[in-house]
């Protein structure tokens, strides 16, 4: 079970930026698909961003084209860098293989709070 650990959080004014990372700790490469995901309060968890290995990206309709998924196989590292922040981004964010492992694992996750 590769173990998965999540940073760079934080709170934001909106508009502004962040950039998450995902730090595992065994090799990534084998995970064709990683995928950031987040829960707002009383909301279901969702998928956000995903990429596979060779760096092919898909995101939600809620933040194309304000956020950027990639990875580094090298450093067993998943990054997604926000933009233009909305508060409506406001959620703990995790990053988990996609599809969701059947063993229930998720990371300790990191805290967005977009406000100003």
């Known amino acids: 079970q590769v173990q998965l650990v999540e940073s760079g959080g934080g709170l934001v004014q909106p508009g502004g930026s962040l950039r998450l990372s995902c730090a595992a700790s065994?090799?990534?490469?084998?995970?064709?698909?990683m995928g950031w995901y987040r829960q707002a309060p009383g909301k279901q968890r969702e998928l956000v961003a995903r990429v596979t290995n060779v760096g092919s990206t898909n995101y939600a309709d809620s933040v194309k084209g304000r956020f950027i998924i990639f990875r580094n196989n090298a450093k067993d590292t998943v990054y997604l860098q926000m933009n233009s922040l909305k508060p409506e981004d406001t959620a703990v964010y995790y990053c988990?293989?996609?599809?969701?492992?059947?063993?229930?694992?998720w990371g300790q996750g990191t805290q967005v709070t977009v406000s100003s």
């Open positions: 065994g090799s990534i490469f084998s995970i064709v698909v």
């Open positions: 988990n293989p996609w599809p969701v492992p059947g063993n229930g694992y």
